[in-house]
């Protein structure tokens, strides 16, 4: 397949045409200048070293140089050839906790701000492992399967908000359950597969812990952040603070209990989060040191570029181009190339 990166560069060769009607133009007014002192033949006779096949040699293999020079900056490429990459890594499943009460603002600017740019330095730092996004609140949403794109994933995570859940709650079983079934076929048999759950673990719908024992079953390990304070704090929705039945202003505290229980279940961590870090950090650095499995990719191969040969054959014309006189050379002319007239 061939193509241009940057094709914008292309409707510079326009110039070209016009490079040479101006060179016509110039041309023709230099011979009616000069019918003015004589015939033509005459004066060539009287100018003897005066070559205008070197002149239009000259300005061809400028134009061509400048061709050259023109396809170069719009990059021609071959290539996109399949291909099959190897790596090695773990799938790591994120569970992104999206209800209200992680707008709670014990963390700046919000809990959920935090997480997201904790998310956001840890896409950063992967290189071959596989990385897939679930939200949730009272119903568990896939928001990117898993993939090794990550400049995908942080498009993805940069998106995370409260908006993304239809229906409110905090169903931390049915987004554990939901993430044992977004994995990939290629670890099915391995222990290369990490559930990462970030939540404040206020969680009052489901049974957690049995969907905990099923991903200890698969050799899933669950890694559980909590995110918030013990003592807790309002949320604040458009200005406003959430508030019961009662009129009391809602406060959401950090359910450390249910997240250490499902961590020591399946065989991961619990890590709480504090003001200087999320926590995600330290759970790499665990995760690193798991099994690690092999992964086949299919790629498009990257193309080939072809401007440094369109570069260097520009540079030579532009080399002879500069050489070259525009007269006669006395010391050739015994090498009529130009098959001009010679003085009898």
């Known amino acids: 397949m061939f193509r241009f990166a940057n094709p914008q560069y292309l409707w510079l060769l326009w110039l070209l045409p016009l490079l040479a009607a101006l060179f016509w133009a110039a041309a023709r007014n230099r011979r009616k200048r000069l019918e003015r002192f004589g015939h033509l033949d005459v004066l060539r006779e009287l100018m003897p070293d005066v070559s205008t096949g070197r002149v239009k040699l000259k300005f061809i293999l ?5 061709a050259l020079l023109i396809l170069a900056a719009a ?47 840890l896409f950063d730092g992967l290189q071959q492992d596989r990385v897939g996004l679930i939200v949730f609140a009272g119903e568990p949403k896939v928001q ?3 993939t090794s794109d990550y400049r995908m ?15 409110q709650g905090t169903a931390v079983g049915k987004a554990l359950e939901q993430a044992l079934l977004s994995f990939s076929g290629e670890t099915a048999e391995s222990h290369s597969r990490v559930i990462i759950l970030i ?17 200890a079953e698969a050799g899933i390990r669950i890694y559980t952040i909590g995110i918030g304070t013990p003592e807790g704090a309002p949320i604040q929705i458009n200005g406003e603070f959430i508030k019961d039945e009662k009129g009391d ?6 359910d450390e209990k249910l997240l250490q229980q499902i961590a020591e279940i399946t065989g991961g961590a619990y890590v709480r989060s504090t003001k200087q870090s999320i926590g995600l950090d330290e759970i790499v650095r665990s995760i690193n040191d798991m099994e690690q499995t ?17 570069l260097a054959v520009a540079l030579v014309l532009l080399l002879v181009e500069f050489v070259l006189l525009d007269r006669r050379n006395p010391l050739l002319a015994h090498l009529n190339i130009f098959h001009e007239k010679r003085e009898q």
Do not use: W
Not at 62 to 66: E, H, I
Not at 199 to 215: F, K, Y
């Open 62 to 66: 400028f134009c061509t140089a400048l």
């Open 75 to 121: 990059r021609p490429q071959l290539g996109s050839k399949l291909r099959e990459e190897k790596s090695q890594g773990v799938e790591m499943m994120l569970v992104v906790d999206v209800s209200n009460s992680m707008l709670a603002e014990d963390f700046e600017p919000n809990r959920l701000e935090r997480t997201k740019y904790a998310i956001n330095k």
């Open 144 to 146: 990117l399967p898993i």
């Open 153 to 167: 994933a942080k498009a993805f995570a940069r998106r995370i908000d409260t908006s993304l859940a239809d229906v």
């Open 199 to 215: 939540t404040d673990g206020e969680n009052h719908e489901d049974d957690a812990l049995e969907v905990a024992r099923q991903a």
């Open 249 to 254: 202003m809602v406060v959401s505290k950090l």
């Open 294 to 310: 092999e992964f086949s990719t299919v790629r498009f191969e990257e193309f080939n570029e072809q401007y440094p040969y369109l």
